[in-house]
């Protein structure tokens, strides 16, 4: 069994020692348990009381003297509670009114550890004890604790000892040898073999180690002599090329400070061409890619490792249109030039003026096309001639609203005035009627069978439609002196939901509350200096034709499960200007539509749906009385945009000097 065990290796013997230790205090726990539990004073007494109930006791018939008869008979408890039950199960007498009334009534959990039935031959008890633990039992519980942990004491000094025996010291043993080689290098020294275990075979594998350093330490001795050799010949070498060196050293100066300047001069170039705002691509007479700036990656979003010595037309896929403008370039040395290219880029359109011009360079052909990006020109030159347009227009609209408003007025007043001399309540209209021989009833029935009413009401609804176009048109042409006072956007964007949900319905071509609304808001957006109540018109404004449109296009779309109607709100903060942003999926417009979309009875709906009021109006709430901007983007398939830009910085006044 020695031998045996010796030839384990040393996981298995650590593994076997922890587990015999493990086996052995679990025993001792479960045996001193078992003791334990075979001493403990409640069963022992428990057990006792079952006779006391068979001897001479016919006196006792209470449960208050059989208390104090069976606190007599023993010491080591207290009977605290006693109930009396007849043979049948029904409580005689009791205590406390604590126990039931029938022994069927008592559940198992009421049957604890301190309470207790004891049958006897004519009925039975139930009591509730209160045990004291005696000093002898405390006595038993230490003794039994101190030879536990002696025991696990003496197991755990039993596996150290083995652990010391069979692991460590062969362990101490190599390492004292390692020591004494690193100290006194001397490699024929060797390691002892105590076991045929793992640290058996690391001092094998230690003495095979220190064979072939001794043999490479021979060797190297060797190779030494032969080194020292050779470093004398080094030395006499080292003489002869200095003198060369010291030659060859000046001109190596020389030409590291030209290749320096040289380098910067490079850099230098290349930081002008990276820091130019402009996109700039040289290719050479195959159009492939020779130079490529920063600004044309910020333009394409493709590095300049990807897009140098690549051809063109796969870095550019813009330009395929134009390579026969950059090969015109290239052969007949042209400078060419195309403005307002359309160019989509993370789903933003934008506009980009093209130049071309060819190298005046006689070792190498080719050519520079330099980009720029003029989207925001091109809105700002598209806002000008929109803000003229509407400045021109608003003199007219003014004009007409002022000519037209008095003849309007007369037709609704005189409308009314008719209505109030049909009215048969009236006593003015029944004394003329009178006088002429006829009744008011009779008159007011013969109109409504012509369906006169008929005819008014429409005159009165004809007024008054014509009166909101006025109305449209005089706030369309009016400059605003109100004060702009910084106001929370999300609130007001809130209020126009709600009042879209509620006021427009199937009744108006369609239905608000069936479009999902999603909402982004930025609600770290200061808030913006504005007159809330136009800027609620405004978005209402949007709303309302982002809901009819997608009304009109949901028929279209009937057997497409995947869509549904939906528009997108967006707030974000860009700089000093606050962005609302309402985007739909509906049918969208195209590029001719886009342009007029601002324009004063510019509509696309059907005669009598719209007054083409709505958007233009928005447009001057939103640049004149604001200072702000609103654009649209645009294609027919793709949904619509608009695109709302407010200014942060609070001015004293919407216009100071109004014209008018």
């Known amino acids: 069994m020695r031998q045996f065990f010796r030839q384990l290796k040393v996981r298995h013997k650590v593994f076997i020692l922890l587990a015999i230790a493990m086996l052995g205090i679990s025993v001792l726990n479960v045996f001193s348990n078992l003791w334990l539990a075979s001493q403990n004073p409640i069963q022992q007494h428990i057990a006792a009381l079952t006779p006391l109930l068979h001897g001479p006791n016919k006196e006792i018939k209470t449960s208050q003297q059989w208390q104090k008869y069976l606190n007599k008979q023993q010491t080591l408890f207290t009977i605290t509670d006693t109930g009396v039950y007849s043979n049948d199960g029904k409580l005689l007498d009791a205590t406390q009114a604590i126990f039931p009334s029938h022994l069927s009534q008592i559940s198992l959990a009421q049957l604890n550890a301190n309470t207790v039935l004891i049958p006897g031959p004519k009925f039975t008890l139930m009591v509730e004890v209160s045990a004291h633990i005696t000093h002898i039992f405390l006595f038993e519980v230490v003794v039994i604790s101190l030879l536990i942990l002696f025991a696990g004491v003496t197991f755990i000094w039993i596996i150290l000892y083995f652990v010391n025996r069979l692991i460590i010291r062969p362990i101490f043993s190599l390492t004292a040898t390692t020591n004494e080689i690193a100290m006194e290098q001397n490699y024929s020294l060797r390691a002892k073999r105590f076991y045929p275990d793992e640290i058996g075979t690391l001092a094998e594998n230690f003495n095979f180690m220190l064979n072939r350093i001794e043999q490479d330490d021979h060797m190297l001795r060797q190779e030494k002599e032969k080194a020292e050799q050779a470093r004398q010949r080094a030395i006499e070498l080292s003489k002869k090329m200095h003198d060369t060196n010291e030659r060859l050293g000046f001109e190596v100066k020389v030409r590291a400070r030209v290749e320096l300047k040289l380098t910067d001069f490079q850099r230098y170039l290349n930081n002008i061409i990276d820091s130019m705002p402009s996109a700039i691509i040289a290719v050479d007479h195959e159009l492939t890619v020779t130079q490529w700036n920063k600004g044309a990656s910020l333009i394409t979003g493709i590095k300049r490792d990807d897009a140098i010595y690549q051809p063109l037309e796969e870095s550019c896929e813009f330009l395929l249109p134009h390579l026969t403008l950059i090969s015109d370039s290239l052969d007949n040395h042209n400078t060419n030039k195309v403005e307002r290219i359309a160019f989509t880029a993370n789903e933003d359109n934008r506009y980009l003026d093209l130049t071309i011009y060819p190298l005046l360079d006689t070792t190498h052909s080719g050519a520079v096309i330099r980009i720029d990006d003029v989207t925001q020109r091109t809105q ?85 439609r014509a009166s909101t176009i006025v109305s449209n048109m005089l706030q369309f042409s009016r400059q605003s002196s109100k004060t702009l006072h910084p106001q929370s956007l999300h609130h007001i964007i809130d209020r126009a939901i709600n009042i879209a949900k509620n006021e427009y319905s199937l009744s108006s071509g ?115 009385h604001h200072q702000g901007q609103m654009r649209v983007e645009s294609t027919l398939g793709s949904g619509t945009r608009f695109t709302i830009s407010l200014p942060l910085t609070s001015q004293a006044s919407a216009n100071q000097n109004p014209k008018h």
């Open 510 to 624: 369609y239905d608000f509350k069936s479009i999902d609304v999603i909402k982004n808001f930025d609600f770290t957006m200061n808030d913006v200096p504005c007159i809330p109540s136009e800027i609620e018109q405004v978005i209402l404004n949007l709303l309302k034709n982002s809901a009819q449109a997608l009304q009109d296009y949901k028929s279209q779309k009937e057997f497409d499960i995947d869509w549904y109607s939906q528009i997108q709100i967006f707030t974000r903060q860009t700089g000093q200007m606050a962005e609302l942003i309402i985007e739909d999926n509906g049918p969208g417009m195209d590029e001719n539509t886009t342009r007029h979309i601002f324009e004063p009875f510019f509509t696309t709906k059907e005669v009598g749906l719209g007054t083409g009021l709505g958007l233009s109006v928005s447009f001057f709430i939103i640049t004149n």
């Open 380 to 464: 700002m030159e598209d806002m000008m001639v929109q803000s003229e347009k509407m400045m021109s227009l608003g003199g007219l609209a003014a004009g007409m609203a002022h000519e037209i408003n008095n003849p309007l007025g007369a037709i609704i007043h005189t409308v009314q005035n008719i209505k109030r001399r049909l009215n048969p309540a009236l006593k003015r209209n029944i004394d003329v009627a009178n006088s002429m021989n006829t009744d008011m009833e009779q008159i007011r029935s013969y109109i409504e069978d012509r369906g006169i009413f008929t005819f008014l009401d429409n005159i009165n609804q004809a007024g008054e």
